[in-house]
């Protein structure tokens, strides 16, 4: 299976998927969300499959979130409709009943941030940033703190999400939003071990643990999405989520991790 945005190679039964807009820091749009939904929903069915790996391309990042040059034109009712397209890539990760390892590669911002923290084990290394730093871009961070609470308690996700900081490697192995940290280069070949390893469990009783999570964080996000939708139609109504990313895209261009 491969596509421009979303690379994916299947080989002993491990799905490696790479995020695949490097020049844009593989931030993703509307299009390269609904192939990776597409990829990850193909997963699921397929019972060769027994693992999936998941990572951006180039050194640069895993993905810097939302590209901002496709939300600059969002109005209130296309907001609506993000929140849901989003809810549906999260669902699509999270529901998966196979294992999920996220080789970070770089900076993991904003709706990527949430991404990774939905999938299984997460291996980085000392260069990698991860956060919500939608707030600086005039977003309402809403559907974040929803998965952030869960890994690292309400202090940190508030602190976290008022601030828009990025944890570098170190704290965040300590908060456990990465389980390993390891050289740069040898981050793919850990995440395709624990892959194998995770691929060799009994298939039954992983595929019924998965469904268990499910159940316990599917509640959380229905009701994520739906403030999500009250809030961000009166973000997106007021107008300083566009103003906000189209003065900072004018005066630096490229892709603000949103």
């Known amino acids: 299976m491969s596509h421009d945005t979303i690379l994916a190679t299947t080989s002993e039964g491990i ?39 998941i990572t951006g391309a ?5 993905c810097a979130g939302q590209d901002l040059n496709e939300a600059t034109g969002f109005d209130a ?37 949430q991404f990774a923290l939905l999938t299984d084990i997460r291996i980085g290394h000392l260069d990698v940033r991860m956060g919500q730093p939608e707030i600086n871009s ?14 690292l308690g309400l202090s940190r996700t508030i602190e976290l999400t008022l601030t828009g900081r ?9 908060l456990g939003v990465l389980h390993h940290v390891v050289p740069r ?6 995440a395709q071990e624990i892959a194998r390893e995770l691929a060799a469990k009994p298939q039954t009783a992983m595929r019924l643990i998965k469904r268990r999570f499910f159940e316990v964080l599917e509640p959380g996000l229905r009701d994520a999405v ?12 007021s107008g300083e989520p566009q103003k906000t990313t189209t003065d900072f895209l004018a005066a630096r261009g490229g892709v603000r991790r949103g």
């Open 166 to 174: 990025l944890l570098d490697a170190e704290e965040a192995l300590r």
């Open 138 to 151: 005039g977003i309402a961070s809403i559907t974040g703190p929803w998965i952030m609470k869960e890994v």
């Open 226 to 237: 739906a403030a999500a939708k009250r809030h961000h139609r009166e973000s997106f109504t």
């Open 58 to 62: 180039g050194g640069r990042a895993f």
């Open 15 to 53: 799905l490696t998927v790479t995020l695949n807009r490097p020049e844009r820091l593989n931030a993703w749009n509307t299009a390269m969300r609904k192939r990776l939904i597409e990829v990850l929903d193909d997963a699921g069915r397929n019972d060769a499959i027994r693992a999936v790996v």
């Open 185 to 190: 280069d040898i981050v793919m070949d850990k």
């Open 77 to 113: 009712d296309r907001a609506e409709i993000w929140i849901d397209e989003f809810a549906d890539l999260y669902r699509a990760v999270r529901a998966l009943e196979k294992p999920v390892v996220a080789a970070i590669n770089g900076v993991a911002a904003g709706s990527a941030f």
